[in-house]
Nanobody, 120 residues
Framework: QVQLVETGGGSVQAGGSLRLSCAANGYPVNGRSMAWFRQAPGKEREGVAVMSAAGITVYADSVKGRFAISRDNAKNTLYLQMVSLKPEDTGMYYC??????????????WGQGTQVTVSL
């Protein structure tokens, strides 16, 4: 059974950094399309970064140059390094697997989320 577990969220001031992790238990991240989404209160869940099975990365315009998605195949873990955080980055961050780009309805597996709060 696939289980995705996100960790690394927290509260930081604007300009700070966080690294989110997504441990894929019983599920090889190598060769799979995986992504990070986020959802702010009252807003729809939106794609932040995706890494295709071939390792190609795509970012939302709002995070380009600040966020970096990566994976460690040996640890079966997906990461999202976030720097220069802004208050508008606040939200619940979700790891997802086996989907297409930022089309959230195509992702079959989701984690429970980790909260990121950025204050001024």
């Amino acid at each position: 059974q696939v289980q995705l577990v996100e960790t690394g969220g927290g509260s930081v001031q604007a300009g700070g950094s966080l690294r989110l992790s997504c441990a894929a238990n019983g599920y090889p991240v190598n060769g799979r399309s995986m992504a990070w989404f986020r959802q702010a209160p009252g807003k729809e869940r939106e794609g932040v970064a995706v890494m295709s099975a071939a390792g190609i990365t795509v970012y939302a315009d709002s995070v380009k140059g600040r966020f970096a998605i990566s994976r460690d195949n040996a640890k079966n873990t997906l990461y999202l390094q976030m720097v220069s955080l802004k208050p508008e980055d606040t939200g619940m961050y979700y790891c997802a697997a086996d989907g297409v780009l930022f089309h959230r309805e195509t992702y079959r597996n989701w984690g429970q989320g980790t909260q990121v709060t950025v204050s001024l």
